[in-house]
């Protein structure tokens, strides 16, 4: 007890959790909500595939700063983009089918601000560990699934009932906790020296000719998130073709993510067994059978059961990159290891999206789970031979 005390893991695991209910609120149910704002498929692809452009360039940049002796801590950076988040998330309600225009341009700040949070909320924990603080990075992960997988059914539910404003309301009472929670979080930043600092590799083409078969790794990530994304943002036109609706989309998303729990309250133990890259391996191989069984399966029943699968995939790779990224990183690079890591997340949910929404309004969602499938065949391949080996964990 004093041991359980004494540890971060329980402030951490409730910024994890109002994070990833958020993700829920947005990555999770921007279909439902642009499409009552009077979007098309393709226009809400090509929204999504704007705000993450505009996340992957700033994401370097940003995580390039941070790692300077004289940034700002990681924990004001995060309350300043939860600030940003708080108050779109807010003007989305109170604008609530007055512009079309607005509407989407609101919720491309939020998607965009909030791809760009995510790999600061990664280095925010491991930064904490790798201070010799006490903290269990796979369960405070964990519980953000669980947090996820509760939003996701209550949301579904709820937007089913009153309707697509129900997302923002959802989005400010959310980043309000966020903000707190991370408020609340004791952290300071240690403060590099200069000589320490130089020795990063700051620019990105001197980083990958450093980190050569990461760059090759976070290409195979790319397509394996390519199909993740595709099956995770169009969700609900999947589920209509398997004959269900916005309930039945909330129960799916909530199954997916409540199996993900044992991978990541487990994966603390995992890692000290079997070495972190081989981990990333099996990963590659539970995103494609995913996929293969989205496209294969008919009905709503089946579409629940091919959500086993992510225990071994998207749970899997949620805490294995960041622990291999940790691995093969040099101290001064790790923020920025960890920020091409979501780089790779977020083109995947810029060409996913560009995609997705094309080939559903203009070949079906078939051809959009066929196409899903087929990049994740090709990106686990790339990641089966080209991820390095890493020690195991003591």
Not at 257 to 276: D, N, Q
Not at 324 to 348: C, H, L, P, R, W
Request: hydrophobic share 55%; proline share 3%.
């Amino acid at each position: 007890m004093k041991n359980f005390k004494s540890s971060l893991t329980p402030r951490y695991a409730c910024i994890q959790g109002f994070f990833w209910m958020s993700f829920a609120a947005v990555m999770g149910f921007t279909s439902i909500y642009l499409l009552d704002a009077g979007f098309t498929n393709t226009q809400i692809g090509l929204l999504i595939a704007a705000a993450g452009t505009i996340s992957a360039f700033l994401q370097p940049v940003l995580a390039g700063y941070a790692d300077k002796p004289d940034s700002p801590s990681l924990k004001t950076i995060v309350l300043i983009l939860t600030v940003v988040l708080l108050s779109s998330s807010a003007l989305l309600f109170l604008l609530y089918h007055r512009s079309m225009l607005l509407a989407g341009f609101l919720f491309g700040i939020c998607i965009t601000v909030l791809q760009l949070l995510t790999p600061f909320m990664n280095a925010l924990g491991m930064e904490t560990i790798n201070q010799g603080k006490k903290l269990n990075f796979g369960v405070s992960r964990g519980m953000g699934s669980v947090a996820y997988a509760l939003a996701s059914y209550a949301l579904g539910a709820i937007a089913a009932a009153a309707g697509a404003v129900a997302v923002p309301v959802t989005m400010i009472l959310v980043y309000i906790a966020f903000l707190i929670a991370v408020v609340c979080f004791p952290f300071t930043k240690i403060k590099k020296s200069p000589s320490a600092a130089e020795r990063g590799t700051a620019n990105p083409l001197a980083f990958f000719r450093q980190y050569r078969r990461f760059g090759i790794v976070l290409i195979g990530w790319m397509l394996l998130y390519i199909s993740h994304v595709l099956l995770n943002s169009f969700t609900f036109q999947i589920i209509e073709t398997k004959g269900g609706g916005s309930s039945e989309m909330g129960i799916s998303m909530a199954l997916s993510a409540l199996i993900e729990l044992p991978t990541l309250f487990l994966f603390g133990y995992m890692v000290k067994k079997v070495r972190c890259d081989i981990w990333v391996r099996i990963s590659g191989i539970f995103f494609m059978l995913k996929a293969l069984g989205s496209l294969l399966v008919t009905s709503i029943l089946p579409f629940y059961f091919v959500q086993i699968l992510q225990i071994g995939g998207w749970a899997l790779i949620t805490v294995a990159s960041v622990y291999y990224v940790n691995s093969i990183m040099k101290e001064q690079d790790a923020i920025k290891g960890q920020a091409y890591f979501t780089m790779t997340y977020t083109f995947g949910c810029v060409l996913g999206s560009l995609l997705g929404g094309f080939l559903i309004d203009k070949a079906g969602v078939n051809a959009m789970l066929m196409f899903s499938a087929g990049a994740a065949f090709i990106g686990m391949l790339i990641v089966l031979f080209s991820a390095e080996r890493t020690e195991v964990t003591v």
